[in-house]
């Protein structure tokens, strides 16, 4: 079993920034990736950014060049920098710990607006 808790959403302007936190606990030895996820209201959930073990990087063709996904190892903490936000980023993000190809864990979320 591996816990995920989630941190930072908030209100921001367009064009700010904000930094999203994903604290893992348990099983965390077992983890092979971790990812953002997003989904905005009426939409499906998607893939933001993951991050494998070994330090592999991928992003949405939406958030590339602005989003930074890292981690520190030590805290076995993941961070998604968030930087010219625009309004469609709106959505709740999800925390993501894959063990396997068909198994993972998730956050419970934390809402990002992105609004004047």
């Known amino acids: 079993q591996v816990q995920l808790v989630e941190s930072g959403g908030g209100l921001v302007q367009p064009a700010g920034s904000l930094k999203l936190s994903c604290a893992a606990s348990?099983?965390?030895?077992?983890?092979?990736?971790m990812g953002w996820y997003r989904q905005a209201p009426g939409k499906e959930r998607e893939l933001v950014a993951r991050i494998t073990r070994t330090g592999n990087t991928n992003y949405a063709d939406s958030v590339t060049g602005r989003f930074t996904i890292s981690r520190d190892n030590a805290k076995n903490t993941v961070y998604l920098q968030m930087t010219s936000l625009k309004p469609e980023d709106t959505a709740v993000y999800y925390c993501?710990?894959?063990?396997?190809?068909?198994?993972?864990?998730w956050g419970q979320g934390t809402q990002v607006t992105v609004s004047s």
């Open positions: 993501n710990a894959a063990v396997s190809a068909t198994l993972g864990y």
């Open positions: 348990g099983s965390i030895f077992s983890i092979y990736a």
